[in-house]
């Protein structure tokens, strides 16, 4: 026991340390914890395909893999969302084209719900370059590459932009985000995920 | 991009984007092979267009009207030789909110905690405990080899 003493103290010390300052990198963002889920078998689809719904989105850089269910619109005209209970669920807006297609998908997901995080809570974190699946019900999987990260006043999304370019296979992701300012706002921004098929 | 081409030795149709929100327009591409006179399409997304000659293709805008119901609509190519080809055309009918969905319950932002929160903070207390663990291990061996000494 004396023998191994001095190096088990040691070891222990350190791998301590070393532990607290990878869960410290973690809080404060400068350490991500690499992604475990498996690499999803995809194979990239070569052109515009044909409508087919999505069933699953999974995005590795951020640990997401959840289900996507059809939504429509809200009773007060916002497209509608998952219901909170359903934390890891997304939701397709049924109205636009689906992904894979010719014009922009639209997915929304929650940032949190009223006792924890939602499947969208790090969202805002997804970087241009990085890629998010789509599995659709035709079992083909569309790999959609992020352009771009934006936050808008959740009153005045740029319509044009989201809704209305389908010059290409495009993809939206739209969560929460900004000041939580309560009432039929909650938060007081949306963000929103730019992405496209790169051919 | 756009529709996947219907090729019948030379004779096909296309339409780009192969979707597209009612009230905007598409372009019509196709081909009649070696006829010198253009073809005609028709559709029920836009009614009947004559092609023009334009880059060595036969081409076409159409707008789709506001009021067409979104689903799929056959786009046929009828040539003067009497060829024809088929492509598909899917209209959506997509309302645009310009107020973003509730995609919040509120719990990041009553102090539910940071978005790393679960991990790093079971990291910082595990690794924290090791870090004590490892420290009283050591206090014990001191005062072992010092009770030796004595």
Redesign the interface.
Known sequence: MRRLGTPLVASLVLTGLFLAGLGLGQLTGTIPLPYLGDRASARPTEATLKPSWPVRISIPAIGVRAPVRPVGLADDGTVATPPLSRRNETGWYDRGPTPGQDGPAIIVGHLDTKDGPAVFHRLASLRPGQVVQVTRRDHKVVVFTVDSVETFDKARLPVERIYRDFSRPGLRLITCGGRWVGGETGYADNVVIFASVKL | ????PAHAVDVFVEV??????AG?AVVIRASCGDSVNPGTVKSDAFGEVTLVHQYGFLTATVTVPTNTR?R?YTVKLTCPTGSSATT?L?V???????????????????G??????L?????????????????G??LL?RR??AGAAR
């Open positions: 991009m756009g529709a996947a780009n984007p192969n979707t597209i929100q905007y979104p799929g598909t899917w959506v009918g997509m309302p645009a909110p310009t107020r973003g969905p509730h995609t919040g319950g509120g719990w990041l932002a009553v539910g905690g940071s978005d790393r929160g991990g790093g903070m079971t990291l910082v207390g595990g690794g924290l405990a090791v870090v004590g663990v490892g420290a291990l050591g061996l072992r080899r």
